[in-house]
């Protein structure tokens, strides 16, 4: 005899009114085991959302810093294109930093509009510097307080003295392009 006959054996030995009883509290574990299995689902369900939140949160920190880096870099542009005087020249700016070597000499280019910027360009030919002079000269220009981008950088030592180098340069000043009405 197996358990099933047992089962069924005892359930039909049973009154009426027992049975009733028993089949309403076999319905109510079915009910509470169809409630239990509604709520795990929900539960995962939930859980899934959340961890695509926590994901989708993590990549948007990592956008806002992104933002912040790039607002800042568009406002330092923005604080050195304002320090920009109407005759600021590539070689004046050169001048400034006071750094001279053997001779100088400063060849204006055809400036150009990008982006909404001109560039008003120079050939920049300093000979005879020290190297500590030559990265100093660099550094004052693209660290400077005007907008100078250093588009070509040749250095070159010297034949007749090692130690010294010469150095040819394009140097582009940056200025507001005029708006067209």
């Known amino acids: 005899m197996t358990a099933f006959d047992r089962i069924r054996d005892a359930y039909n030995a049973m009154d009426g009114q027992t049975r009733l009883r028993w089949g309403y509290v076999i319905i109510a574990l079915l009910a509470f085991a169809v409630a239990l299995s509604a709520v795990h689902d929900r539960i995962a369900l939930l859980e899934k959302k959340r961890m695509q939140r926590e994901t989708d949160l993590v990549d948007m920190m990592g956008l806002k810093q992104r933002i912040k880096e790039a607002r800042s ?22 001048e400034e930093t006071g750094i001279k070597g053997k001779s100088t000499r ?22 005879g510097l020290t190297a500590n002079e030559a990265v100093n000269l660099l550094h004052r220009l693209e660290k400077g307080t005007r907008p100078v981008v250093i588009k070509k950088a040749i250095l070159r030592t010297r034949f007749d003295d090692p130690a010294r180098l010469d150095l040819t340069l394009t140097v582009a000043l940056l200025r507001q392009a005029p708006v067209a009405p």
Do not use: W
Not at 116 to 122: I, L, Q, T, V
């Open 73 to 94: 870099l568009s406002q330092r542009l923005t604080n050195r294109l304002s320090a920009t005087r109407p005759d600021d020249t590539p070689a004046k700016i050169v």
């Open 106 to 127: 400063i060849t204006p280019l055809k400036g150009e509009e990008r982006g909404g910027f001109m560039e008003d360009a120079a050939e920049v030919k300093i000979e």
